[in-house]
């Protein structure tokens, strides 16, 4: 009887493209999104593996949702500055807020994280895999991956601008579209910068 091969991702021929990167033998090919990158070898536990693997596509799905939820609120005009938040005066005192929301969200998490030691799937509440729209397969999951990482590099970036620059990714694109030469990160130094009201142009 023979053996059959664990089933590739189809990101696995594009590695063979990429020589340069070192060979680790926990990167295998079998996990969406797997490039071989492991410098630190963090993933050579393959229980940890797992466990990485699982916390990286949570982080990832948090980071898309902020992302997404940033631009559409300022491109909308809802609300004031996302990094003023925090800040803001809502219907709820902010004490009465965190209480509702600790223990809805531990819950919730308490249980996904139940659902995915006892499945190994990612899910929601009592749903594991939760895939209400049929798309779960390798070619979604590789491009979620995908677009996750490139959200979470995304929002550290916006967190940044917001700590420097005080203005949101749309009024900073705006302006560098206006201004590519006088308004970007090289030309313009942050002790430099003034914001002049909510458009956020670089002084």
Not at 45 to 63: G, H, I, V
Not at 74 to 102: R, T
Not at 118 to 147: C, H, Q, R, Y
Request: hydrophobic fraction near 45%.
């Amino acid at each position: 009887m023979t053996s059959v091969p664990p089933r590739r991702c189809p990101h696995v021929a594009a590695r063979a493209r990429a020589p340069a990167l070192p060979s680790h033998a926990h990167l295998d090919g079998t996990l969406p999104g797997d490039f071989g990158f492991d410098p630190l070898g963090l993933g050579a536990d393959p229980a940890r593996l797992k466990y990485y693997q699982e916390a990286e596509l949570m982080n990832a799905r948090w980071a898309m949702m902020a992302v997404a939820g940033i631009t559409a609120t300022e491109v909308l005009g809802i609300g004031g500055p996302w990094y003023e938040a925090g800040a803001a005066e809502y219907d709820l005192p902010i004490n009465a807020l965190l209480a509702v929301q600790f223990p809805v969200m531990g819950i919730l998490e308490l249980r996904r994280i139940r659902g995915w030691l006892a499945t190994g799937k990612s899910g929601v509440n009592e749903t594991f895999p939760w895939d209400p729209m049929g798309m779960n397969g390798d070619a979604m999951a590789l491009k979620e991956i995908k677009n996750g990482r490139l959200a979470m590099i995304a929002f550290v970036g916006i967190v940044g601008q917001a700590i420097v620059y005080r203005t949101g990714p749309v009024a900073a694109l705006k302006d560098h579209i206006v201004d590519p030469f006088g308004c970007n990160m090289a030309t313009v130094p942050a002790p430099s910068i003034q914001v002049a009201g909510s458009s956020g142009k670089f002084a």
